[in-house]
């Protein structure tokens, strides 16, 4: 049983540039949610997908963007890199049933480094 | 709105003596409460959860959390602390809203556990 994997491991970019970071949701789990974890501190929520729609959004501005496809997997979208935008970006699957109290399950992450 | 609150960022033990890991946690509703455990380098793996029933919950790695409602606590403990135990724990809190797809965490600063041999 596959977990939720996460490419590309390391990314290193600019300011100013654009990136893309995947996510493949572990078998048989349809939401995925996305984490930014700055060094030191817990992961702070982006937003999260579920039937291909964003369904809830944390405290991140309009650069931070993304999709779901319809095998449930998802990528983020981040554009006009900041210094700041550098972390670890993790990406977590759960089954989203209204109410529910399902356990989100995490990828390894993806670590960016804007210079 | 939710919070969660982990009042030590570092906690020293002696491998096989008990340890405990707080966290205290703000909700307008009733709790979902979690814990995860993250390695250097490494996303987050899940410990245990409350949702509700027993205050006293068993996780993985023999890991347990003991819910108290009137304190709004979920402190993580083990009887014996072993040196692999050594990592960044995480509480998370989630709460309630109804007709909510998903789960919307909230998760602690976090606490670094050193288990010293």
């Known amino acids: 049983d596959a977990g939720v994997t996460q490419s590309p491991t390391h990314l290193i970019k600019t300011r100013g540039q654009q990136v893309t970071l995947r996510c493949s949701p572990k078998?048989?789990?349809?939401?995925v949610s996305w984490y930014q974890q700055a060094l030191g501190q817990g992961p702070q929520f982006i937003f999260q997908?579920?039937?291909?729609?964003?369904?809830q959004r944390g405290n991140f501005p309009d650069r931070f963007s993304g999709h779901q496809f319809p095998n449930y997997s998802s990528e983020l979208n981040v554009n006009a890199l900041l210094l700041g935008d550098s972390a670890l970006y993790l990406c977590?699957?759960?089954?989203?049933?209204?109410?529910?109290?399902?356990?989100?399950?995490f990828g390894p992450g993806t670590r960016l480094t804007v210079l | 709105a939710q919070s969660v609150a982990q009042p030590e960022d570092q906690v020293n033990v002696a491998e096989g003596n008990p340890l405990t890991v707080k966290c205290t946690y703000s909700?307008?509703?009733?709790?979902?409460l979690f814990w995860y455990v993250q390695y250097p380098n490494r996303g987050l793996q899940f410990l245990l959860k409350?949702?509700?029933?027993?205050?006293l919950v068993k996780g993985s790695y023999g890991f347990e959390a003991e819910f108290n409602k009137s304190q709004t606590s979920f402190h993580l403990k083990k009887p014996s602390a072993l040196v692999s135990d050594s990592a960044l724990y995480f509480c998370?809190?989630?709460?309630?809203?109804?007709?909510?797809?998903?789960?919307?965490?909230?998760f602690g600063p976090g606490t670094r556990l050193s288990v010293l041999p």
């Open positions: 977590a699957s759960s089954l989203g049933t209204s109410g529910s109290a399902d356990t989100q399950y």
């Open positions: 078998s048989g789990h349809d939401t």
């Open positions: 997908y579920y039937e291909e729609e964003e369904r």
């Open positions: 909700v307008s509703g009733n709790p979902y």
């Open positions: 409350y949702i509700t029933g027993d205050n």
């Open positions: 998370a809190v989630r709460d309630r809203p109804p007709e909510n797809y998903g789960q919307n965490f909230v």
